[in-house]
């Protein structure tokens, strides 16, 4: 079946150790997008891609970075997490902007 | 820019009874309208949405969603709760005129009592 696959589903790391979360898709959609959800919030768009194109959100703090390195991934880096920034991460994929959205299972991201 | 407001940020039914989630959007032009499922350390999972046409929108699980214009409105519904629909529901809204990222409404959680 087609789908979003995210990993690791669990991530723990230290204050201040960078750390990669990693999506993939097989739906061969042109945009990705990555999300931040904190605990009975709504999911906070961070950025997206449009094929190559990256897209920041005007609020996405400077320690989120993002890599597209194909179609079918991409990759989320954060140079130096703090406690505020353990979150579950989730990852989606879209054909176009406006339309569906289809959701990985998400990372939680754990800061010690 | 279009805006979603989920009112209720917890409803609570006993299993068997019937559901209604209620969704109002804000958008000059006729909307995407989408409403997702989310269960506990889960992604979101489309339940059903709606672009052009029939107003009442079947989904997966039993939901449905009217669309209802002179409202702003986009409940969703189901006739009888089970307990595996325990779950967080968001609904989004998204732009037909234009390549608009949809905006999700802050969820509203429902709790389902045996």
């Known amino acids: 079946d087609a789908m979003v696959i995210q990993n690791p589903r669990y991530q723990v790391t230290q204050f201040g150790k960078p750390v990669t979360l990693s999506c993939s898709q097989t739906?061969?959609?042109?945009?990705m997008y990555w999300y931040q959800q904190k605990s009975s919030q709504a999911p906070k768009l961070l950025f997206h891609?449009?094929?190559?194109?990256?897209?920041n959100e005007a609020d996405t703090p400077d320690n989120f970075q993002s890599r597209r390195p194909n179609t079918s991934f991409c990759f989320l880096d954060i140079r130096s997490p703090g406690l505020g920034d353990a979150a579950m991460y989730l990852c989606a994929t879209s054909r176009v902007l406006q339309e569906t959205q289809y959701f990985g299972p998400g990372t939680r991201l754990l800061v010690l | 820019a279009q805006s979603v407001t989920q009112p209720d940020i917890h409803i609570t039914v006993s299993e068997g009874a019937s559901l209604e989630l209620r969704c109002n959007y804000s958008?000059?032009?006729?909307?995407?309208l989408f409403w997702y499922v989310q269960s506990p350390g889960q992604g979101l999972q489309l339940l059903l949405k709606?672009?052009?046409?029939?107003?009442l929108v079947q989904g997966i699980k039993g939901f449905e969603a009217e669309f209802k214009r002179s409202q702003s409105s986009f409940n969703l519904r189901k006739p009888s709760v089970h307990w595996s629909d325990a779950a967080e529901y968001f609904c989004a809204v998204g732009s037909s005129g234009g390549s608009y990222i949809p905006t999700f409404g802050r969820g509203t959680s429902l709790i389902v009592h045996p």
């Open positions: 739906l061969n959609h042109n945009v």
């Open positions: 891609y449009y094929d190559k194109d990256f897209n």
């Open positions: 709606y672009f052009s046409g029939d107003t």
């Open positions: 958008y000059g032009a006729t909307p995407y």
